[in-house]
């Protein structure tokens, strides 16, 4: 070789050393050996973001398998960034605040936009001409949160179409979930991701793209994400999936190539300041990114989902992905925080949280357990909303209460405590109007006030309630069940109830089975209020039998009722909602013994009587419980023998607590 | 007198006069019985009969708490805005009160205790009042002035720092700040009192007199103020300590913290009591 041949040579091996700093190897291995999913999609996706200008520049490649028995002759694809666009999206219209704070006025480079500067087919070329923005909800004309493309060539059924779009995108200073505060990002439905082509209830295919809604989340189909981010050195990335390679470019940016499988969406978050920490639970490993005033907090989030990790493998299945990532905002950039990406979570606390309030342990299993339902079952969010929010509230409060303690699971402070599950009910029942509308319904039917206590809170008291009645051993195989069946599967409502009746019909008795499955459906698809009291509970001594008896004379007698009479005794219950379930009666006598009683409930009240009994000292209904759904437990029962100890106990805290403020306020007196 | 004399004569004084601090208790105990015990009434009157009050004994219960205040809620707002009211008559019956007590212990008129009591409460009721009224107005300005801007500032600055930590220190800083003042203010306040007491000024004059001798002794005011409002701070923690220990669940247990709870609220006026002691002996120094 000439000496200037292998100088070039040389030098040219310096510098790809010099360029490219590769991983010691990958965060984990993402690769499946057999596919989970159907994987009708596949994006790869190549994004610098460019902090400066808070904008991210992309190239995009979308594989749009047909799944259906018809020619596609268009595209829908959310394009959620555009909801924050301007005040006259359907996601911002009619508010100036969410989540409790005002987002307006903002400068024109704090609101977010996403653009597609344009869009090829494979095999036909650009098709940029044919965008254009749909409401198929709403239609409200400012709303961009859908884009429409014709194709110029149709999709045949099980083939396989491959689209290149170049796009641009604003990250809006947070409003909601996704965008920047100061140098923290939160990059969530930030890529053009093409809706669900589906066959809908009528056995009809076509797109299920809803626009984005306030009260409306996501939902897209099964695919294989590779994601190639570039950003400033600076910053601390997590990402949906593993990071398989980072390097160093030219520029002295880094891009890291993040890959998953099987998984209806991707995100990632980036801020300088995170500090990671690692834990591995069996297979899976947890990344935590935390900023460092939250530090001291994250060995109670490790714990806390590694229990949640143990649990939901027992009771429901085993979590398949390699890796789950979370992301613990700045308390500055809490609005991206309390959010479920496909092994990604974005959880939340504050600086200093006591020990006693499990806010931060609360979220994260709430958060990871939407990898379930969410992640796996991936039912149509938009649509039913309570399949996934209302399961996963489900088991948020077992895995809290499971891990923490019965009535002091979620606060135990200073005094005060009570568990998740008491919390979800009392969200429920002391909705203002519960007959407000039902559960099953789309999201953009509620409004800020009723879809957390309908979609959550009232699922999950439902849920509960059916466990309390059947047992949790056959809960477990229901659900167990229900996720084996449809994982990745999009399952709806109607295949949830399916499943309920299948596992019901095994209880032994076919028409308690009945019984408990209508519960749970009215609890879903019917606005009623169920609540029973007993109303009055009563002893007396009956008069002897007086008066004429027999029929005609010589025959008939005269008693003069002297003597005791018999001994009643009465137990008056009344159903005072709107919604019929039998319920139990446990009555209790003067002499400790019991009698178990059960009302259909048909009736508006029933009278129960008792004949040469005992006195009657208490009477309850549903003594132990089970109907979590009852919006008052206090009427359930009366005692003649009250033990009002509580009740002098608060009232002299009140009286003592009176005189200190007394005592206080008087001080410049 | 040094200020750990001045804090044994205080606690000497306000022992020996035990009579007057049991006046204001009793006084005191009356108004807030009426509003406590129609709490009583009113849940035994809305759950009283039900099973569930039962689980009120052993311990706190939310969900029988939650489940009553939704259904009888409406039963309990009534008893909220009389607070509204009994506040504002309490506050002016304590210039009453209050001056009895400090009257008592200023020493100067003669007869039994509790005649001086009487008889310095009414004599100095309206000079008082106007002190009175003078710092409540004060205190709203220096409310205004701290805790309204703290305030308002607490969303805008978490922008600001990095964390939430500056903010927490923020509020913190200007809460220690807010007492300090309240102190000051309690501080002239009783200095104004012991001034019209002693000197029989008019109000104005008394104000001033007290400012200068609050610069003037201020030490000694501080220390007597920890003394006492230390042993009331000690009192009641002592209280919730020994309450989350033993927990409150049963009938005898009841009993024995209601005893408690009324002889910490009687600690509480006797170290108001001694407190008023060890100034207006400052103030007598001088006389």
């Not at chain 1, 999206?89 to 005002?102: A, H, M, V």
């Not at chain 1, 082509?197 to 994400?225: I, M, P």
């Not at chain 1, 001291?296 to 939901?312: E, G, K, Q, T, V």
């Not at chain 1, 259909?600 to 009994?613: A, I, L, N």
Request: hydrophobic letters at 45%; glycine letters at 8%.
């Amino acid at each position: 070789m000439f000496p200037s041949m292998n100088g070039r040579i040389i030098s040219g091996l310096i510098a790809l050393v010099a360029l490219s700093v590769v991983h010691a190897g990958a965060q984990c291995d993402p690769f499946f050996p057999k596919a989970l999913s159907s994987r009708i999609t596949g994006y790869e996706i190549r994004a610098a973001l460019n902090d400066a200008q808070h904008q991210i520049e992309a190239t995009e490649v979308i594989r749009f398998t047909n799944p259906s028995t018809e020619p596609v002759s268009e595209l829908r694809i959310y394009l959620y960034l555009n909801a924050f666009k301007n005040s006259e999206s359907s996601f911002l219209k009619g508010t100036s605040q969410i989540f409790g704070q005002s987002y307006i006025p903002r400068k024109a480079e704090n609101w977010g936009w996403l653009e597609v500067e344009k869009i090829e087919q494979d095999g036909v070329g650009d098709i940029s001409a044919s965008r254009h923005f749909v409401q198929p909800d709403d239609h409200n004309p400012a709303d961009e949160s859908v884009m429409e493309v014709k194709l110029a060539k149709a999709i045949q059924p099980g083939e396989t179409a491959v689209f290149r779009l170049k796009w641009k995108s604003q990250m809006p200073e947070t409003i909601a979930r996704c965008g920047h505060s100061k140098d923290f990002y939160m990059f969530s439905h930030w890529f053009p991701q093409l809706g669900v082509y589906e066959e809908d209830l009528d056995g009809k295919w076509g797109w299920n793209c809803h626009q984005f809604f306030r009260s409306t989340e996501f939902f897209a189909d099964f695919g294989v994400y590779d994601v190639y981010l570039t950003t400033d050195a600076k910053f601390v990335v997590g990402a949906s999936g593993c990071m398989l390679s980072d390097s160093l470019q030219a520029d002295g940016r880094i891009t890291r190539h993040f890959h998953v499988e099987d998984v209806i969406d991707f995100a990632w978050s980036a801020y300088p300041h995170f500090m990671v920490q690692e834990e591995q639970w069996k297979n899976v490993k947890i990344r935590l990114l935390i900023p460092p005033e939250h530090l001291a907090l994250a060995p109670r989030y490790l714990h806390a989902l590694s229990y949640a990790l143990d649990y939901l493998e027992k009771h429901v299945g085993p979590y398949p992905y390699p890796v789950i990532t979370v992301v613990d905002p700045p308390f500055h950039g809490l609005r991206s925080g309390l959010m479920e990406y496909p092994t990604l979570i974005t959880v939340g606390t504050f600086y200093g949280m006591p020990d006693g309030l499990r806010m931060t342990e609360s979220l994260i299993v709430h958060e990871f357990t939407h990898q379930y339902f969410m992640g796996m079952l991936a039912s149509n969010e938009k649509e039913e909303a309570w399949l996934d929010e209302g399961f996963v509230t489900y088991f948020e409060d077992r895995i809290i209460d499971a891990a923490y303690g019965d009535k002091r699971g979620l606060v135990d402070f200073m005094g005060y405590h009570f568990d998740n599950r008491e919390l979800t009910r009392l969200e429920y029942t002391t909705m203002a109007n519960p007959r407000e509308g039902i559960t099953a319904r789309p999201g953009w039917f509620f409004s800020d006030h009723n879809y957390k206590p309908l979609i959550y809170s009232k699922t999950a008291t439902a849920l509960r309630s059916v466990q309390q009645l059947i047992g949790e051993p056959l809960m477990d195989r229901i659900l167990q069940q229900y996720f084996e069946s449809w994982k990745f599967k999009h399952p709806r409502g109607r295949d949830f109830m399916g499943a309920l009746k299948t596992g019901l019909a095994t209880l032994p008795d076919s028409s308690y089975a009945a019984q408990v499955y209508g519960l749970f459906e009215k609890s879903v698809y019917q606005a009623l209020v169920l609540d029973y009291a007993v109303a009055h509970i009563g002893n007396e001594i009956l008069p002897a039998p007086q008066g004429v008896f027999g029929v005609q004379k010589p025959d008939s007698s005269y008693l003069p009722g002297t003597g005791q009479g018999q001994h009643y005794a009465r137990v008056d219950l009344q159903r005072k909602g709107d919604w019929i379930f039998p319920v139990e009666l446990l009555v209790t006598f003067a002499d400790g013994s019991t009698r178990t009683l059960y009302w259909s409930g048909e009736e508006g009240s029933k009278v129960f009587e008792f004949y040469d009994t005992p006195d009657i000292v208490s009477a309850q209904v549903d003594p132990q419980y089970k109907i979590a759904l009852d919006a008052d437990w206090n009427n359930n029962s009366i005692t003649l023998k009250p033990e009002d100890g509580g009740l002098w106990k608060y009232a002299f805290k009140a009286a003592f607590w009176l005189q200190n403020l007394f005592q206080t306020l008087s001080i410049l007196s | 007198m040094n200020a750990s004399e001045l804090i044994r004569y205080g606690f000497a004084t306000g022992v020996r006069q035990w009579r007057p601090a049991l006046i204001v208790y009793f006084v005191q105990a009356a108004m807030a019985f009426i509003l406590g015990m129609q709490i009583f009434e009113v849940m035994n009157a809305s759950i009283g009969q039900s099973l569930e009050v039962a689980k009120l004994l052993k311990d706190y219960d939310h969900t029988v708490w939650s489940d009553f205040l939704k259904v009888h809620g409406a039963s309990v707002t009534p008893l909220i805005g009389q607070l509204r009211w009994i506040l504002p008559v309490w506050l002016v019956f304590s210039v009453f009160l209050n001056g009895g007590l400090m009257s008592g212990v200023a020493g100067k008129q003669e007869g039994s205790e509790s005649m001086r009591f009487w008889l310095g409460a009414s004599r100095y009721f309206f000079s008082f009042l106007k002190i009175s009224v003078f710092f409540w107005v004060l205190l709203l300005f220096w409310t205004l002035l701290i805790l309204g801007p703290t305030v308002m500032a607490i969303m805008p600055s978490l922008q600001y720092f990095d964390s939430e930590r500056g903010m927490l220190l923020m509020v913190f800083g200007m809460l220690l700040l807010y007492a300090l003042g309240v102190l000051w203010l309690f501080l002239w306040s009783l200095a104004s009192r012991c001034d019209v007491i002693y000197n029989e000024t008019s109000v104005s004059r008394a104000l001033k007199n007290g400012w200068k001798k609050l610069f003037q002794h201020k030490w000694s005011y501080i220390a007597l103020c920890i003394a006492f409002t230390g042993i009331q701070v000690l009192t009641v923690g002592f209280y919730l300590g020994l309450k989350q220990w033993t927990g409150n669940g049963s009938l005898t247990l009841i009993f024995l913290y209601f005893i408690f709870q009324q002889s910490a609220v009687i600690i509480r006026i006797q170290c108001r009591q001694m407190l008023y002691a060890g100034v207006c002996a400052i103030s007598r120094a001088k006389h």
